[in-house]
Nanobody, 121 residues
Framework: QVQLVESGGGLMQAGGSLRLSCAAS????????MGWYRQATGKQREWVAT???????NYVDSVKGRFTISRDNAKNTVYLQMNSLKPEDTAVYYC???????????????WGQGTQVTVSS
């Protein structure tokens, strides 16, 4: 199977920076798009950023200019560099990846367990 493990969350003051990582492991043939999502308490999960297999990126308007998504294909890892953090960025952050299984060659979306980011004012 495939596992995604996030790390890097924590508590930060407004204006600070955090870097999230998400490493995929298991029966992986290839990984297409990878992305970050977040869910604040009492709200629906929100898409934050995506990076394609070729490195093209896209962001929700609220994080443009502050967050940067990147990936290391050799490590099957996606990162989210978060700068100029705001209290409204507080949420559980989840990574998602479209993984092509090494045996079946079927592509499925897999999710990490989430990592808490809390930004204090």
């Amino acid at each position: 199977q495939v596992q995604l493990v996030e790390s890097g969350g924590g508590l930060m003051q407004a204006g600070g920076s955090l870097r999230l990582s998400c490493a995929a492991s298991g029966s992986i043939f290839s990984i297409n798009a990878m992305g970050w999502y977040r869910q604040a308490t009492g709200k629906q999960r929100e898409w934050v950023a995506t990076i394609t297999g070729s490195g093209r990126t896209n962001y929700v308007d609220s994080v443009k200019g502050r967050f940067t998504i990147s990936r290391d294909n050799a490590k099957n890892t996606v990162y989210l560099q978060m700068n100029s953090l705001k209290p409204e960025d507080t949420a559980v952050y989840y990574c998602g990846a479209d993984v092509q299984h090494s045996y079946s060659r079927i592509t499925n979306r897999f999710w990490g367990q989430g990592t808490q980011v809390t930004v204090s004012s």
